[in-house]
């Protein structure tokens, strides 16, 4: 089965989100997550996917130690700002420098939070959604859009895949 890895430092935002986001559009992948200073999941991650039908409140943090390199496909990196693990395995790499949601400064208000953790989960699904169409792991004939129905080319809104897939 192809599988997929996120990894990011913490394991606790970004790698947390693709790997809820992955589970959702891509059920027949094997999809892991980890980081190489493993913290726990973030409290906003959870919350950010529970907004669009995700329950992630069982997900754990994880050393990319903990990760056998020949069960991985591909590795997705999601760190902008600071460096990210290392892999070791085979895998197809992708970096996709998210920037990070979670922040330690408390000039920030719990709404400010939610709306990074947000944005970086519609990145991150922009992201999947547009890997998914060019890998063929998303079939979208048909999928309708605002009325109208559009071709296999077309790459709809994730607001329109979040509905198509609900």
């Known amino acids: 089965m192809p599988s997929i890895l996120f990894l990011c430092v913490a394991n606790s935002a970004r790698s947390q989100l ?3 986001l992955a589970r959702k559009l891509f059920p027949g992948l094997r999809i892991q997550s980890a980081g190489s200073c493993p913290s726990g999941v973030n409290p906003y991650a959870i ?16 050393s990319v130690a903990e990760i056998d390199p020949s069960s991985v496909d591909l590795v997705i990196t999601l760190c902008a700002e600071e460096v990210c693990p ?24 719990p709404g400010e939070l939610r709306a990074r953790f947000r944005s970086a989960r519609d990145e991150i699904q922009q992201r ?17 859009v605002d009325g109208i129905v559009k071709s ?7 607001s329109a895949i979040q509905d198509f897939l609900r």
Request: hydrophobic fraction near 40%.
């Open 18 to 20: 693709g790997e809820g």
């Open 47 to 62: 919350e950010a996917l529970a907004e669009v039908g995700i329950d992630a409140s069982a997900h754990l943090s994880k």
């Open 152 to 158: 296999q080319g077309h790459v709809p809104s994730v």
């Open 86 to 109: 290392a892999f070791l395995g085979r895998a197809e790499r992708l970096h996709w420098p998210i920037p990070d949601p979670a922040s330690d400064d408390p000039a920030l208000t």
């Open 128 to 144: 999947l959604i547009n890997l998914g169409i060019e890998r063929g792991l998303i079939s979208t004939p048909g999928l309708v």
